[in-house]
């Protein structure tokens, strides 16, 4: 009897790729009108419980119960005949289509005329406060009006249980609030909602119940209501641990690299960074703190010396790097390491594995035509035993990995290298709570070393912890460099709306 | 100089020269919208060419012959399309080796029909040839330069241009050929949108093999007058793989480009004799190469080429 009251149960699921055990005898449940969050950190089998019951993989062991009865679910069809709709990290839209053209994909009969489509569209989207474009072609769209389209594409279908896997990963804070609120409606009319997610906060804020997985296997179910986010936390790490990141004092910091005036331009001609000036030092942290696209990703290149700016110079021991290339850098003699935010384009090969990743970096180095592999293998092999990174292999494509791991191996190249000064770009991005906190030890060690580290972030709590110094970007301009121990979150929030620190500084004081 | 019915006589050879081509052509439309390169277009007409040619010469029917020529057409891409999108092989060596296999196979059977007839000639029967003449309906056909553009091609020319209006209206008016057009954008989409993406996969490469392969009768039975000729398709087969940029993946573009480039196939015949041939041979591949440079440069804003073009799909991949 019991049973009628969930929409999804799982009982024991298992999966198994290859000799990797993706998910481990799980259950989890839940009902109308309810929201359960899946918390778990990356790689914890998430994402592959959830593609189970929308039919994208199938289950070695174990059973699917949808609304009480046993379900055998080979396909996304059988998932949407039975209501079950999934709306996946990586959308699963065709570009070229106009919105409501997606929706209508793959639904069965004959396709409608689009006036009649759009009447369905608009509707729907009044009943559950959203709002779209019904003819607006995908690859015109932000990230959150495709998003948009993929619930709606799952309402169209009459979905009244909704997956979504990591949907905040990609929004602002606003457009995540806009998202919580049309789930909150979804609640509302009935319908059970899992949310796949890793940040404890949303956690807390948008869902009744959460179930835990730790390494493909579950840790059981508590109320919302019932737990905080240090609770959370033990829960999904498996023991306590600090959220305070350690600040040692920096040792001597001495000017390694002066920039002075620097402009650049964009392919497009605007202005990317405006007469910028600043020092970078060694034995320390500098945040960098700014709207997205404030001009940290030319700020950064340049440094490395992928753009040529227009004008200005950046110093190192009173010689110019302006305009250098990469190469020219290198044979100068100045080791510097860049960890730039597209980890997977940018960064690594994502095709190749470990070894050859490490390769890119020294290849020049050895004698004679030929390449030496033992000397990279013995490298990847090293790094992944000192990181903990998990991997099928050294010469396992690294695409293959999780993006914590991925990260790892990009970083711990850049540090092996040893660098006099190391750039790194959103280095946590999308990773959890136990790879940040590695992120971080790394970083501080390097600090310890004496090396010169820019950390551009987005997260301002994490920024006023880890850093000494924080530089603000807005529009191109520096408004400020101040010290991190010195200044609020909300006074770097006003400098990163174009305040100038001075203003900021007086006003918080007064 | 140039006199009406001169321009008249080139437009219809044009039009003639570019049938296989038209078939080429949207077969390939058809197999390139969901997703698989199939550089086997050669090999799928050479097959069909044979079978089509030899279903005409025992039943002397212009009709069993197309149908023959479909049917091994599809047949040949069903190696493709098993290799391909069940066991996901790579589809250019898989497309390569259909075309040297085709091309073999078309061959050998020719040579071997050859030594049969005893007469060291593999020919149609007459009655057959007569079927293919360009048409001549009452009356219409009689209309002053209109009857001439419009109502003197051979039926293949009818059928060709029958089959590209309906494969346009099915990629584009139907709902199965949306379904279609999103596996070649984005399989993972449409299988998460529950379109059941290798049926459609095959039901579409099948489709446009069988549409080659009519192709390939053209150039086995109509172009060479009747009798068989070893290589008779001739590398009209990797034109139309070329065309299908020109059309923009849209089978009625691929009407016009197909006759265009048959107008270029034939030029030569109509020029003054102080241009030298080989500039002419050489035409169609320089116009080929303008098209793909004009193509990939109004690419970068709304291109036509499907996102998911030459990789197979498999569900499960991480």
């Known amino acids: 009897m019991a049973e009628q009251e969930y929409a999804i149960r799982c009982d024991k699921i298992t999966k198994v790729f290859g000799s990797v055990v993706a998910n481990d005898q799980i259950d989890l449940d839940v009902r109308y009108g309810e929201i359960l969050a899946l918390l778990g950190e990356n790689g914890s089998g998430k994402t592959t419980l959830m593609n189970m019951i929308s039919g994208i993989y199938h289950p070695d062991g174990g059973t699917i119960y949808v609304d009480g009865r046993a379900a055998s679910i080979q396909s996304p069809l059988d998932a949407q005949n039975l209501g079950v709709g999934m709306i996946h990290q990586h959308f699963k839209l065709v570009n070229i289509f106009s919105a409501m053209e997606n929706i209508e994909l793959g639904t069965p009969g004959k396709k409608l005329p689009p006036k009649v489509l759009r009447r369905k569209v608009e509707d729907l989207c009044e009943k559950y406060g959203l709002e779209t474009d019904p003819d607006k072609p995908i690859h015109a769209m932000s990230v959150s009006e495709k998003q948009t389209v993929e619930i709606l594409k799952v309402l169209y279908r009459g979905a009244r249980i909704l997956i979504l896997d990591e949907p905040t990963a990609v929004l602002t804070p606003q457009e995540t609030d806009k998202l919580f609120a049309i789930l909150r409606q979804m609640r509302k009319a009935g319908c059970a909602v899992i949310i796949i997610t890793h940040k404890l906060n949303e956690v807390l804020s948008i869902s009744d119940r959460v179930t835990i997985l730790r390494k493909g296997k579950s840790y059981g179910t508590v109320n919302t209501a019932e737990v905080n986010v240090s609770k959370l936390t033990e829960l999904m790490v498996g023991r306590a641990v600090t959220l305070e990141i350690d600040r040692p004092k920096p040792e001597d910091p001495e000017d390694i690299l002066k920039l002075v005036d620097l402009t650049v331009r964009r392919k497009d001609g605007s202005v990317a960074l405006d007469d910028v000036s600043f020092s970078i030092r060694t034995g320390e942290i500098l945040g960098v703190a700014g709207v997205a696209g404030s001009g940290q990703k030319e700020l950064c290149e340049t440094i490395a010396g992928l753009i040529q700016p227009a004008q200005g110079a950046i110093l190192y021991k009173k010689e110019n790097l302006a305009g250098k290339t990469p190469r020219e850098l290198i044979e100068m003699g100045i080791s510097m390491s860049f960890v730039p935010e597209d980890r997977l384009g940018m960064g690594l090969v994502a095709g190749m594995g470990m070894t050859d990743n490490m390769l890119l970096k020294t290849y020049t180095q050895g004698k004679g035509p030929f390449v030496d592999r033992a000397p990279a293998r013995a490298m990847a092999e090293s790094l992944v035993e000192k990181l903990d990174i998990v991997t099928a292999g050294v010469e396992a494509p690294v695409r293959m990995m999780s993006g914590g791991n991925v990260q790892k191996v990009l970083l711990g190249r850049e540090i092996e290298s040893n660098p006099d000064l190391l750039i790194t770009a959103y280095p946590v991005r999308g990773l959890d709570i136990n790879s940040s906190y590695l992120v971080y030890d790394l970083l501080n060690e390097q600090k310890k070393k004496g090396v010169a580290v820019v950390y551009i972030g987005e997260d301002l709590d994490v920024l006023l912890q880890l850093c000494d110094r924080i530089l603000v970007l807005c529009h191109g301009k520096v408004t400020g460099v101040v010290d991190a121990a010195a200044v609020s979150k909300e006074q770097i929030g006003l400098m990163m709306t174009g305040e100038s620190a001075q203003e900021v500084m007086e006003y918080g004081n007064g | ?318």
Not at chain 2, 246 to 270: C, D, E, H, N
Not at chain 2, 272 to 279: L, M, R, T
Request: charged share 10%.
């Open chain 2, 1 to 318: 100089m140039i006199s009406l019915a001169f321009i008249l006589k080139f437009i219809v050879a044009a039009v003639g020269a570019g049938t296989p081509l038209l078939f080429g052509t949207v077969g390939e439309i058809m197999s390139e919208k969901v997703g698989h390169l199939n550089l086997g277009v050669e090999g799928m007409m050479s097959v069909g060419a044979v079978a089509g040619f030899a279903a005409g010469y025992a039943t002397g029917n212009l009709a069993c012959a197309m149908v023959f020529a479909f049917l091994a057409g599809m047949l040949s891409a069903l190696i493709y399309a098993v290799l391909t999108v069940s066991f996901m092989a790579n589809q250019n060596v898989i497309g390569l080796t259909l075309t040297i296999f085709g091309i073999g196979f078309a061959n050998f059977v020719g040579v071997y029909m050859i030594g049969r007839t005893g007469t060291n000639n593999w020919q149609l029967p007459a009655n057959l040839i007569e079927q293919m003449k360009n048409v001549d309906i009452p009356f219409l056909s009689d209309i002053p330069v209109l009857g001439k553009l419009l109502f003197s091609y051979d039926p293949f020319t009818y059928v060709g241009i029958a089959i590209a209006l309906a494969c346009g209206w099915y990629l584009f008016r139907t709902k199965a050929g949306l379904n279609a057009q999103a596996i070649g954008e984005n399989p993972a989409a449409a299988d998460a949108a529950s379109i059941r993406v290798t049926k459609w996969k095959y039901i579409n490469i099948l489709l446009g093999g069988g549409i080659c392969g009519i192709g390939g009768a053209y150039c086995s039975m109509v172009i060479n007058g009747g009798v068989w000729i070893s290589d008779c398709v001739g590398g009209l087969g990797w034109i139309s793989v070329a065309l299908v940029i020109f059309a923009a993946w849209k089978p009625q573009m691929a009407i016009l480009g197909s006759f265009v480039f048959g107008a270029l196939r034939i030029l030569k015949y109509y020029m003054p004799a102080v241009i030298p041939i080989a500039f002419f041979n050489m035409l169609p591949f320089v116009i080929t190469a303008i098209v793909l440079l004009a193509a990939s440069i109004r690419g970068a804003k709304g291109s036509h080429i499907p996102e998911n073009l030459g990789n197979n799909y498999f569900r499960e991949e991480r």
